[in-house]
């Protein structure tokens, strides 16, 4: 499940979904922006591409698909990302336009730095912010911040994992990755981008008052992140790409553990305010009691 849609989803409303408006709205354009953030990295790194076993049969790269065409594209993309980010409201507008500074510069990092994937954090995870900008025209920091946070350390794991079917390749074409900087210490550095990943999604749960199915999904992805990095074998592309993948199951619990949780806080809020209605109920009838005592 995309970042921005967990974000919307933890500003609803108790009991309620987000506007399915703003649903679509949201989707058309993260689907947009990460075209053409994935049209940006092939036009950068078309020559890259072309000598990397798993990369060379890309179009751009194989040549089924000119340069200018790529740029006509990509320009498309762009043209209906702002049609759709001119629906919302301009605390947001700001804010999405701000990310497209790092759509642009994200493919560049892996040629001067070991950390093209926290980069890719940065960038893919912006909705993160944007989610709860777009409904209240403003940002709970204390819940987006720890909510951006632990969506980057959660792509520090699943992209440096994908990082290391390539790093041969990498070696050759002189590109750079948290997989070679990591090296054979992948794995405690993978335990350590878990840890904080959780304990930031717990404290975005805690500030926005979030209930138990919420920090039930935590602990059941806390448990598919120790089993992926004891079963994942860095060496065996194979491993990391089936590691890869099983990132999507973890994405969906966290966003069934959002809903159910709004829908668990909804009923809460409710047995609350029938407990007040009772008490204050029983408050009057007890006080009416001397009262009439006293006027009779």
Same mark, same amino acid.
């Given at each position: 499940m995309s970042t921005w849609m967990r974000s919307c989803q933890i500003t609803a409303a108790p009991g309620c979904l987000p506007d399915l408006s703003i649903l679509a709205l949201f989707? @058309? $354009?993260?689907? #947009?922006? %990460?075209g053409a953030g994935c049209t940006i990295n092939d036009l950068w790194d078309k020559d890259i591409d072309s000598k990397v076993? %798993?990369?060379k049969s890309r179009p751009i790269a194989r040549g089924d698909i000119s340069t200018l065409d790529a740029w006509m594209f990509l320009g498309g993309q762009l043209s209906l990302a702002l049609l759709v980010l001119l629906e919302l409201n301009w605390h947001s507008i700001v804010l999405g336009a701000s990310s497209l500074a790092l759509v642009t510069t994200y493919p560049l990092v892996k040629r001067v730095s070991y950390w093209p994937?926290?980069? #890719?954090? #940065? @960038?893919? +995870? !912006? $909705?993160a912010l944007l989610g !709860? =900008?777009?409904i209240h025209a403003s940002c709970n920091w204390p819940v987006v911040?720890?909510?951006y946070g632990a969506c980057i350390s959660w792509t520090m794991i699943y992209d440096t994992i994908y990082a290391h079917q390539d790093k041969v390749d990498d070696v050759l074409v002189k590109i750079k990755s948290t997989a070679l900087k990591f090296k054979e210490n992948t794995k405690y550095y993978l335990a350590g981008f878990s840890t904080s990943m959780i304990a930031l999604l717990l404290l975005a749960g805690y500030n926005c008052q979030q209930t138990w199915p919420f920090y039930t999904s935590i602990g059941i992805t $806390?448990?598919?992140l120790v089993s992926q990095i004891k079963m994942l074998n860095? /060496? /065996?592309?194979?491993s990391c790409w089936k590691a890869f993948k099983s990132n999507r199951r973890i994405g969906l619990i966290i966003f069934l553990g959002i809903v159910t949780g +709004?829908?668990?806080?909804?009923?809460? /809020? =409710?047995?609350?305010?029938k407990s007040n209605i009772i008490t204050s109920d029983t408050i009057l009838s007890g006080t009416s009691l001397p009262l009439r005592k006293a006027f009779s």
């Open positions: 989707g @058309t $354009g993260a689907v #947009l922006m %990460r076993a %798993r990369t994937q926290l980069m #890719l954090g #940065l @960038t893919f +995870n !912006w $909705g !709860w =900008s777009a911040l720890p909510l $806390g448990a598919l860095i /060496d /065996d592309p194979q +709004n829908l668990a806080k909804e009923i809460k /809020d =409710s047995k609350v305010k």
